[in-house]
């Protein structure tokens, strides 16, 4: 019985420290986007952030290299919904280090290919086509009345993705590869971002209204046509551009920079001959 713990007693024990842990967040939030390239994306950053945890659970030499080469390979992720996936590597491989039958290398490799598409999307579209959307419409509300208030509502959702990060890589290190079924497949998670999506609709709908300023002094005979449109649709201009700014955007796939200057074009032209 005692050989057996005395056995067992390696594998259960924790090399990774919370320190170690925050080390490696830090190190992943602030170079991920530094050294992107396009034969491995964001591999060098990955592998650079958890490379301090790779030489403390790793002894031998041979071991660490094959770790190191490991996590060099292509990886690209949302930096913060990402934590899902950097904790769960963390604790796969302080599990390798100490049992490597029991956590084949491929397994790994595997975990990360396949999860950094779906964990990508779930940030992209929830962090920053929801959350952040709501966070810079806000911002730029504030900032258009000179409110000072606009840049620390800036600061406040950059707050929100560094917490997201830290727990989603705390909670995936301690319970492991379970957590990120649970997260990735809850019910709830779907009805909150589809209740964030309605209200992110709602705000932006209601930017647009009270944002965007479109009207015409064109006048047929002795009837003001500005006026009369008020009084039966008002602000059918500023929603009109906004109709036609997304479907440029989402049907024939223009770039916004191309739109932006075609606004600014079809303002200038329409001030100059009286339409606007």
């Not at 590597?89 to 029991?102: G, K, L, V, Y």
């Not at 379970?178 to 709908?205: E, H, P, R, W």
């Not at 075609?262 to 032209?269: D, F, K, P, W």
């Amino acid at each position: 019985m005692s050989n057996t713990e005395t056995t067992k007693a390696p594998e259960d024990k924790k090399l990774v420290t919370q320190k170690d842990l925050n080390k490696a967040m830090f190190r992943w939030y602030l170079s991920a986007e530094m050294p992107l390239n396009f034969e491995n994306m964001q591999g060098i950053a990955f592998c650079g952030s958890i490379a301090p945890i790779l030489k403390k659970i790793y002894t031998k030499k041979e071991d660490l290299v094959d770790a190191l080469k490991r996590h060099l390979l292509l990886y690209n992720c949302n930096i913060t919904a990402g934590g899902l996936i950097l904790g769960t590597t963390i604790a796969m491989e302080e599990q390798r280090s100490q049992n490597p039958d029991a956590m084949p290398a491929e397994a790994i490799t595997g975990m990360k290919t396949g999860l950094m598409g779906p964990v990508a999307a779930l940030g992209d579209s929830f962090d920053w086509g929801i959350i952040g959307t709501l966070f810079k419409i806000a911002a730029a509300t504030l900032a258009a009345s000179g409110n000072p208030l606009a840049l620390p509502v800036l600061l406040i959702f950059a707050a929100y993705c560094i917490g997201e990060l830290i727990l989603f890589t705390n909670l995936t290190y301690k319970k492991g590869r379970s957590s990120i079924k649970s997260i990735m497949g809850s019910g709830l998670m779907q009805d909150v971002i589809s209740g964030a999506n309605v209200l992110a609709m709602f705000m932006m709908g209601a930017m647009t209204a009270s944002m965007v300023t479109l009207t015409t002094p064109l006048k047929i005979s002795s009837v003001n046509i500005q006026e009369s449109l008020d009084g039966i649709f008002p602000g059918v201009f500023p929603l009109a551009a906004l109709f036609l700014i997304y479907w440029l955007v989402r049907k024939k796939k223009v770039g916004t920079g191309k739109i932006v200057i075609g606004v600014i074009a079809v303002s200038i032209i329409g001030a100059a001959i009286g339409i606007f």
